[in-house]
């Protein structure tokens, strides 16, 4: 069965960087796109970014562009979120998601690692 | 970007009501919509995509309409595993977007 793991979560300063993984399994990861979605506490769903199967192609959110950069190593299947920069609004849990099409609906998630930024 | 609004952000339910949720998008999205259901600490499931479209395994009871700008979610009759926040998503174009959400409480 699909199966997704973040890990990298964490506290870290404003202004220092991280990064987080997902590990997939259950398909095949080279053939579908994947996104990172966030969610602040106590807060709604935030659309973080997302990449093509075979990573040329990369979209992300207004807040995040320019300091976040998305990646992937499909010989690993894993998913990856470079967070430079980070601001206290970045505090989250941060999800990865697996899209059938592009774009599409999310229909796996993993569990989320929780990113705190704070001094 | 497509700014999409749910209404209401809070609904005080009861067992066995029939709940209708509302999402608007800013432009047409035609039915490239989803919803979702999300419990505290868990990831959000998806219960319905392309507007209408009930995902696999999920009950019957929910349903889903519109097309658009103006859609809806269903709950034929609220059961106690129902209490939950609900998110509709456009995947009509970049950035994707969510609805801020309908949270339903038990009245």
């Known amino acids: 069965q699909v199966q997704l793991v973040e890990s990298g979560g964490g506290v870290v300063q404003p202004g220092r960087s991280l990064r987080l993984s997902c590990a997939a399994s259950g398909f095949i990861f080279r053939s579908y796109a994947m996104h990172w979605i966030r969610q602040a506490p106590g807060k709604g769903l935030e659309w973080v970014a997302v990449?093509?199967?075979?990573?040329?192609?990369?979209y992300y959110g207004n807040s995040v562009k320019g300091r976040f950069t998305i990646s992937r190593d499909n010989s690993k299947n894993t998913l990856y979120l470079q967070m430079n920069g980070l601001r206290a609004e970045d505090t989250a849990v941060y999800f990865c998601?697996?899209?059938?099409?592009?774009?599409?609906?999310?229909?796996?998630w993993g569990q989320g690692t929780l990113v705190t930024v704070s001094s | 970007d497509i700014q999409m609004t749910q209404s209401p952000s809070t609904l005080s339910t009861s067992v066995g009501d029939r709940v209708t949720i509302t999402c608007r998008a800013s432009q047409s999205i035609s039915s490239w919509l989803a919803w979702y259901q999300q419990k505290p600490g868990k990831a959000p499931k998806l219960l319905i995509y392309k507007a209408s479209e009930l995902e696999s395994g999920v009950p019957s009871r929910f349903s889903g309409g519109g097309s658009g700008t103006e859609f809806t979610l269903i709950i034929s009759s609220l059961q106690p595993d129902d209490f939950a926040t609900y998110y509709c998503?456009?995947?009509?174009?970049?950035?994707?977007?969510f609805g801020q959400g309908t949270r339903l409480e038990i009245k």
């Open positions: 990449i093509s199967d075979d990573g040329s192609t990369k």
């Open positions: 998503q456009q995947y009509d174009s970049y950035p994707i977007t």
């Open positions: 998601a697996k899209c059938p099409g592009w774009p599409d609906r999310f229909n796996y």
